[in-house]
């Protein structure tokens, strides 16, 4: 996970007046240093000509710079654009081994867990080492699986397919290396060794 420790400094030299944020304030306080604003963005965007000195902590916002204002960070301050998922409720599936617990957000795109990404469920799994780039992971040719005979446009045989689960409904992430391409569809049928998905483009 990529961290940014913010020390900046916005716009004119001379600060008319000094504000304050602490990851323990509020937005509705004054911005003092006894009651300080909660966010960056709310200081920054009342701090005209001032300037927000912001404790050690973690803003898990997004600061729009577009004032005269400045921004100075303490040794330990992270903005990050990740937010946190709480209290998440896991219930089986009918699936075996699938659980699922919902999320009011939509789109996520990536996932940490302990400070590393996670990759999403999927088969081969990946392994990613320590200090392995899970991008070069799972684009290493152990990541995939070739396909085999009987196999055309449309439709995969592999005998690792058959399983005592369904694959109908999952994503098939297809890596056409003569074409230079990789794409994705939603697997319609599967049975046996076999999964199916649209010939045409969503």
């Known amino acids: 996970m990529a961290r940014l420790v913010v020390a900046l400094a916005?716009?004119?030299?001379?600060?008319?007046?000094?504000?304050?944020?602490?990851?323990?304030g509020s937005d509705s306080d004054d911005g003092?240093?006894?009651a300080p604003f909660r966010t960056i963005q709310h200081c920054h965007d009342?701090?005209?000509?001032?300037?927000?000195?912001?404790?050690?902590?973690?803003?898990?916002?997004?600061?729009?710079?577009?004032?005269?204002?400045?921004?100075?960070?303490?040794?330990?301050?992270i903005v990050s654009g990740l937010d946190v998922l709480d209290g998440l409720e896991w219930t089986q599936d009918a699936q075996e081994c699938v659980y699922r617990a919902p999320v009011s957000r939509a789109n996520i795109s990536q996932l940490f867990y302990g400070?590393?990404?996670?990759?999403?469920?999927?088969?081969?799994?990946?392994?990613?080492?320590?200090?392995?780039?899970?991008?070069?992971?799972?684009m290493a040719s152990d990541a995939w699986r070739k396909v085999t005979n009987g196999s055309a446009y449309g439709r995969i045989v592999d005998p690792g397919l058959r399983v005592n689960h369904s694959w109908e409904g999952a994503l098939a992430t297809l890596n056409v290396a003569h074409q230079w391409d990789t794409w994705t569809r939603r697997v319609t049928k599967h049975e046996g060794d076999a999964i199916e998905y649209p010939k045409d483009l969503p």
């Open 10 to 24: 916005v716009g004119l030299a001379a600060a008319a007046s000094d504000l304050y944020v602490s990851t323990a």
């Open 32 to 34: 003092s240093a006894d």
């Open 46 to 77: 009342v701090a005209a000509g001032a300037t927000c000195h912001v404790s050690a902590g973690t803003y898990r916002e997004t600061v729009t710079v577009a004032s005269d204002a400045s921004i100075k960070g303490e040794v330990g301050v």
């Open 115 to 138: 400070g590393r990404v996670m990759i999403e469920a999927r088969w081969p799994n990946v392994v990613v080492g320590q200090d392995e780039d899970v991008g070069a992971a799972q």
